[in-house]
């Protein structure tokens, strides 16, 4: 993947009715990256998408593609034939799904015979080479969401901007898209930016997550680094890192790296560095704590060790998210059998351990 950015925005302001939507500082995205952008609905991805698309003009700001400004109706014009937008909902004209991937390439004034080609690859790349004479009309939800994106690639775009394209799909279908959607993208190093609410979408197809709050991008980098360090408790909350406990340095160890926090009469070993009388948010993923019905027995290599009651068991599948009171809320995820194993049950006694490591920090001063 090359180093130099091949789109980025800088002082990027929308405004609708006088209000703002959208304050982006500064966003970049590489050649052959994938960047999501990911947050709650009403957040502003989709003006985003629209905006670098040129098809929301901001109400300050600058669109950088490749080195030049597009800033002009002619650099506009140009800039908009090298990318493609898919939608939510599919805007698929009255013809045959071959004629609608094609149409794209006719525009273009592209000969037949190499129409034909660049179709019947597409076709076959999204699994619908079986469907080029039916219909547009007569398609599932999933084969018209296949239409659109093989229509998006027929073109050979630098950049595709998806916007929640698998938001009104049945699990099935967005199951197998999603796979096959990464792969294609693998496949051609197409440059993409999609717009997601959906963390697990964004987990499996991203390079970098860019997580947003009212308009605003509030972290941006790799999924593991959004995940395991969120900058602040909305990143933490949005990201899954469900408990999240308010304490005081109490203690910082000397030349271990290491540093113990008060919260509600308890104390949190964790690894890093703090100050005495510091306020700190520490943070837990569910996956990263382990229960346990009896206490540890001799030495353990795990710092904490908590002792706590179950409140409820939410039942997800193959998995259980498990909550628990330890002086403060504690959530951990086990798998079905292991929670069978263990006979939990609502009201039971148990332990919850997890290593200094797992505990992430945020700082809240003093």
């Known amino acids: 993947m090359k180093a130099t950015p091949v789109l980025k925005v800088e002082n990027l302001l929308v405004k609708r009715g006088g209000v703002t939507v959208l304050d982006i500082s500064s966003l970049f995205i590489r050649e052959g990256e994938i960047l999501t952008l990911i947050g709650p609905n009403g957040t502003g991805k989709s003006t985003v998408l629209l905006t670098l698309a040129c ?12 080195g030049q400004r597009v800033d002009t109706h002619q650099a506009i014009f140009a800039y908009r034939r090298k990318l493609s937008m898919v939608f939510q909902e599919p805007l698929l004209f009255n013809a045959t799904v071959f004629d609608n991937v094609a149409s794209g390439l006719k525009i273009r004034g592209m000969g037949k015979g190499d129409i034909q080609r660049r179709v019947m690859e597409c076709l076959e790349r999204f699994g619908i080479s079986h469907l080029g004479r039916r219909s547009a009309r007569k398609l599932s939800g999933g084969e018209a969401q296949r239409t659109s994106l093989a229509r998006a690639f027929a073109t050979l775009p630098e950049i595709v901007f998806l916007d929640e394209p698998f938001a009104s799909l049945d699990p099935p279908g967005r199951e197998s898209l999603i796979e096959d959607l990464g792969g294609i993208l693998r496949e051609t190093q197409t440059t993409a930016i999609l717009a997601t609410h959906d963390l697990q979408e964004a987990l499996r197809l991203s390079d970098r997550l860019a997580v947003m709050n009212e308009g605003k991008i509030v972290q941006i980098g790799p999924p593991a680094e959004v ?4 900058v602040d408790l909305f990143v933490a909350s949005f990201v899954g890192m469900e ?17 113990t926090v008060s919260i509600s009469g308890h104390h949190v070993q964790v690894a890093g560095v703090a100050t005495p009388g510091e306020k700190v948010v520490c943070g837990i993923r569910p996956e990263h704590v382990t229960l346990g019905t009896d206490p540890p027995r001799g030495k353990s290599a795990i710092r904490n060790v908590l002792s706590g009651k179950i409140l409820k068991i939410v039942s997800l599948g193959l998995f259980c998210k498990v909550y628990l009171h330890c002086g403060f809320m504690v959530v951990a995820f086990v798998t079905r059998q292991f929670g069978e194993n263990l006979s939990l049950k609502v009201g039971e006694d148990v332990t919850a351990s ?13």
Do not use: N, Q, Y
């Open 55 to 66: 098809l929301l003009k901001p109400f300050r700001g600058s669109i950088i593609f490749k």
């Open 243 to 259: 408990t999240l406990m308010t304490g005081s340095v109490i203690e910082v160890g000397e030349g271990e790296g290491a540093f």
């Open 227 to 230: 995940m395991d360090h969120p």
């Open 354 to 366: 997890f290593e200094a490591t797992a505990v992430h920090v945020i700082r809240r001063g003093k």
